[in-house]
């Protein structure tokens, strides 16, 4: 009999692999790692990220996490992903495109978290390049096929800033207010990418 480890991706229909990374959609038996990493990281991800609720992190809640992401997947309105190393399953952060936006506009929005250990390794990176990938063939999500991804980052978040660019985004505007980040409304940086563009040429050294 087989043994997979936590995080195996071998029975997600809607599995993305990568230079080193798989993504797909979470699951019960990721509360653990995503908790744990969560927890850790939560100094590292609070100036970029919504405020927390209360219970984040607890089961219950990640419970009603999941079964809210399947749900969103089903209408083909969001796919929240987690991000996990290939070589041993570690997760390592979370990648989500959203807003899915069907007939003349095939737009969809990314956002993206990753744990305090893990960034700055080239991982982030890696995931974003491979959804891309995924979004603009409809290989992995069936009616995907997207024409346009868009990405919007806060200002001052430089390491967000390099990796979007770095994976072939161009900036296209400036939104104030734009979001509520960390109980603050912020400015934030508009970027996209069109399945037209030319493939970035760098090395993984963002994200």
Excluded at 91 to 104: K, P
């Amino acid at each position: 009999m087989a043994l997979f480890r936590l995080g195996s991706p071998v029975e997600s229909p809607h599995l993305v692999r990568g230079n080193g990374v798989y993504l797909r959609p979470g699951a019960m038996r990721d509360f653990e790692q995503w908790s744990s990493l969560r927890e850790r990281s939560r100094a590292f991800l609070t100036p970029w990220e919504p405020v927390w609720a209360p219970d984040d992190l607890t089961r219950l809640a990640f419970r009603r996490r999941i079964r809210r992401n399947n749900e969103e997947i089903e209408r083909d309105e969001t796919y929240p992903l987690f991000i996990f190393r290939a070589e041993d399953s570690v997760l390592l952060g979370g990648l989500t495109l959203g807003q899915i936006r069907r007939g003349v506009s095939q737009t969809g929005t990314i956002g993206y978290w990753m744990g305090a250990e893990h960034a700055g390794k080239g991982y982030m990176a890696r995931a974003v390049r491979a959804l891309l990938a995924a979004a603009f063939s409809s290989s992995v999500f069936g009616s995907m096929r997207l024409h346009r991804v868009e990405a919007a980052c806060i200002p001052r978040n430089e390491a967000s800033l390099r990796l979007l660019k770095a994976c072939g985004f161009q900036q296209e505007g400036y939104a104030r207010s734009y979001l509520r980040i960390n109980g603050s409304w912020e400015d934030h940086v508009l970027f996209a990418i069109l399945d037209s563009d030319p493939a970035p040429q760098q090395a993984d050294s963002a994200g």
